[in-house]
C-alpha cells in the first residue's frame, strides 16, 4: 500500500510542480513541490527500513519497494525532464517535446544508454536489498529478496537488453 501511494505521490508532486511553474508562475512553489519528488523515495526506504527493523519478513513487497527506488533514481530525472517539455510545449508556448530517433546510430546509442539506466536500477535495487538483508534483519527473514526479487530483476534486465541488441543489429534506413 505504501508503495501505491509513494507511486501516485511521485506523480502528484511532479504535476503539482510543473502546473505551479507553468500555469501559475509561482516559480519558488514549484520548487519546492518538484524537490519532493525525491522525497517521495526516501519515505518509502524509510518505512521498508522500519518494518523489516520490527522483526517483519521480507516479502515481494519489501523487494518491489527497494526496484521501485533504484528504477526511480536511475529514471526519475528522464522522467521529469519528459514530463517538463510536454507540460512546457502544452501550456507555456515551449519548443516542441524531444522524441527519441526512430533509426540509425543515435537510435542505437538511445537504446543502450536507456538499457545502461536499466542495469543502474537494478544495481541500486540489489544494493539497497543487501543493506536491508544484512544490516536490518537476517539473511533467514529475507529469502523473498535474495532469492524471490533479485532474479527477477536479473531477468528484466536480460530481458531489456534484447532492444539494444535488436536495434544495434538492424541496418542503418
Given at each position: 500500500?505504501v508503495?501505491?501511494?509513494c507511486?501516485?505521490?511521485?506523480?502528484?508532486?511532479?504535476?503539482?510542480g510543473?502546473a505551479?511553474?507553468?500555469?501559475?508562475?509561482?516559480r519558488?512553489?514549484?520548487?519546492?513541490?518538484?524537490?519532493c519528488?525525491?522525497l517521495v523515495d526516501?519515505v518509502?526506504?524509510?518505512?521498508t527500513?522500519?518494518?523489516?527493523?520490527?522483526?517483519?519478513?521480507?516479502s515481494f513487497t519489501?523487494g518491489l519497494?527497494?526496484a521501485?527506488?533504484?528504477f526511480s533514481?536511475a529514471?526519475?530525472?528522464s522522467?521529469?525532464?519528459?514530463?517538463?517539455?510536454?507540460?512546457?510545449?502544452?501550456?507555456a508556448?515551449?519548443?516542441?517535446?524531444?522524441?527519441?530517433?526512430?533509426?540509425?546510430?543515435?537510435?542505437?546509442?538511445?537504446?543502450?544508454?536507456e538499457?545502461g539506466k536499466?542495469v543502474?536500477?537494478?544495481?541500486?535495487?540489489?544494493?539497497?536489498?543487501?543493506?536491508?538483508?544484512?544490516?536490518?534483519s537476517?539473511?533467514?527473514?529475507?529469502?523473498?529478496?535474495?532469492q524471490?526479487?533479485m532474479?527477477?530483476?536479473a531477468?528484466i534486465?536480460?530481458?531489456?537488453?534484447?532492444?539494444?541488441l535488436t536495434?544495434?543489429?538492424?541496418?542503418?534506413?
Open positions: 500500500m508503495i501505491g501511494a507511486e501516485i505521490g511521485f506523480w502528484v508532486f511532479l504535476a503539482a510543473l505551479t511553474r507553468y500555469l501559475l508562475r509561482w519558488t512553489v514549484s520548487k519546492v513541490l518538484l524537490i519528488v525525491p526516501v518509502l526506504l524509510v518505512v527500513v522500519i518494518d523489516l527493523g520490527k522483526g517483519a519478513e521480507a519489501h519497494a527497494a521501485y527506488l533504484g533514481v529514471f526519475g530525472h522522467m521529469m525532464r519528459w514530463a517538463d517539455q510536454r507540460f512546457a510545449h502544452r501550456f508556448n515551449g519548443p516542441a517535446p524531444w522524441k527519441p530517433p526512430k533509426s540509425g546510430p543515435e537510435r542505437v546509442r538511445h537504446e543502450w544508454r538499457w536499466c543502474l536500477a537494478c544495481g541500486i535495487a540489489c544494493a539497497v536489498m543487501a543493506v536491508l538483508i544484512f544490516m536490518v537476517t539473511p533467514q527473514h529475507t529469502t523473498a529478496l535474495w524471490g526479487m532474479p527477477k530483476l531477468l534486465t536480460g530481458i531489456w537488453l534484447l532492444w539494444p536495434t544495434s543489429r538492424k541496418p542503418a534506413a
